[in-house]
């Protein structure tokens, strides 16, 4: 890991990186201080960050607000998404070009260095913010504790992100909410075990993270929870992500998932990342619990497997029995819509490697919405360059399927397979002459 860290250091201008993002988002707010001179700037932020592991970092947004727009409403003090100026045009084509270079050296190597250099740019855009707030604060239009901030939601690590951005009296001062957060986080850790159990029952979703890694330790809070009408949901989730197959577990979860009146689909997606497939498909038979039991059977083909805490393999035959019973196969077939103009039935999910061979067969079955799954999770640069030699033929494969989604999905995952995909680009030519399918060639060649 720390060789992975050190090439990425030494193959990005780091530096260069912090000096030109700054200069330019320096330009551009300054430019909104001098047209906007008789407001008071409280507040710059980086925000709206987005990346797709091993596949891509983007731009993040530049926002900027006054005391002035405030008057409408103090609750928008830190949401960047509501302030004045959500997206500074600060992303000229010199920065257009250090992130094209910052994507090529993140994707130059294995999964462990993309992650390297996407750490290292965070930690660079805390150091931008820093600098910012450094030379802007003394200009007339900021007040006095203007600040330039990193708002990196999503991540992790957002809280202290952000802190990074400030001193510790300054965050104390700005964000009390998220620093008392933090206070009962620091106290939660160092006290009695009951305490612990205590906290952690009053907001399961928050502490979630360090449920998970208490492994079985967490299963009679979490069985005590499971009937909470706030929190049940919540306490099924953490129980199949913890994986650990269990008759305690499987009793309390099939009791609450026919209990009268319940309609919750979380007690059933549990049961199926925790192997009780047989229940859930009896379920399914039933009228009075199909509609639960069959989301619970397409959830767990979805990011749900993708939390457990042992990786949950690939296997449609649930899926394949399920389409098996007339009464379910409409719901089993109903599709949503994934982003990018795609529909598909079943969410998607990461695979590893041992679930490889599990999604190339899928890509031969006679059901469509199993062929629509397996391509999209062969479509995963992480599995490694030797499934990449596997996976890329069985994606190809299906350029000429019967159904046009499941065409326009191989050609969308084998662009994920960037550099690696170049044998291909014979077939994604002649895709370009399909009026159908022709701009989704067009963009797989531009990403290879």
């Not at 719901?331 to 598909?344: A, E, F, K, M």
Request: glycine share 4%.
């Amino acid at each position: 890991m720390a060789k992975t860290k050190t090439s990425a250091k030494r193959d990005f201008n780091w530096l260069r990186f912090e000096e030109t993002v700054a200069s330019h988002c320096s330009k551009v707010i300054q430019a909104a201080m001098n047209q906007y001179s008789d407001e008071l700037f409280y507040a710059a932020a980086f925000h709206e960050f987005y990346a797709e592991e091993c596949q891509l970092i983007t731009l993040p947004c530049l926002a900027l607000n006054t005391e002035e727009e405030l008057d409408r409403d103090e609750d928008f003090r830190w949401s960047s998404a509501d302030w004045y100026w959500t997206d500074l045009p600060w992303q000229n084509s010199e920065v257009q070009q250090l992130f094209t270079a910052l994507n090529t050296e993140a994707n130059r190597l294995d999964s462990d260095h993309w992650q390297s250099v996407y750490d290292s740019m965070m930690r660079s855009m805390v150091q931008i913010a820093k600098k910012l707030t450094s030379d802007l604060k003394q200009r007339k239009s900021t007040t006095g504790d203007f600040g330039v901030f990193v708002f990196a939601d999503e991540h992790p690590d957002e809280i202290k992100i952000l802190q990074q951005c400030m001193t510790k009296a300054q965050f104390k001062r700005r964000f009390p909410d998220l620093h008392m957060q933090l206070e009962e986080e620091t106290a939660i850790a160092s006290g009695s075990v009951e305490q612990k159990y205590k906290s952690y029952r009053e907001n399961l979703y928050r502490h979630q993270d360090k449920l998970r890694s208490m492994g079985e330790a967490a299963v009679p809070l979490l069985l005590d929870c499971l009937s909470d009408p706030e929190q049940g949901c919540v306490a099924a989730d953490l129980l199949g992500e913890l994986s650990l197959r269990q008759d305690r577990i499987i009793k309390a979860l099939r009791k609450q998932a026919i209990k009268p009146g319940h309609v919750r689909f979380h007690e059933t997606t549990a049961l199926m990342l925790l192997g009780d497939v047989d229940f859930v498909i009896k379920l399914a038979e039933k009228s009075d619990y199909r509609d639960v039991a069959v989301e619970g059977i397409k959830n767990s083909y979805s990011c749900a497997a993708d939390n457990c805490c042992v990786p949950l393999p690939l296997d449609y035959e649930p899926i394949e029995r399920l389409l098996k019973i007339k009464s379910c196969q409409r719901l089993v077939r109903q599709s949503y819509s994934s982003g990018g103009n795609c529909v598909i039935a079943l969410p998607s999910r990461e695979i590893g490697v041992e679930s490889l061979d599990a999604a190339i067969n899928g890509t031969k079955s006679k059901h469509r919405i199993i062929r629509e799954h397996a391509v999209g999770c062969l479509g995963n640069r992480s599995l490694g360059k030797a499934a990449g030699k596997l996976a890329m033929p069985a994606i190809v494969s299906l350029f000429n399927d019967r159904c046009f989604n499941v065409r326009r999905l191989a050609i969308l995952s084998l662009s994920y397979w960037k550099k690696a995909a170049t044998p291909y680009i014979p077939q994604l030519k002649k895709l370009c002459r399909d009026p159908d399918l022709r701009e989704w060639a067009k963009y797989c060649l531009s990403e290879i």
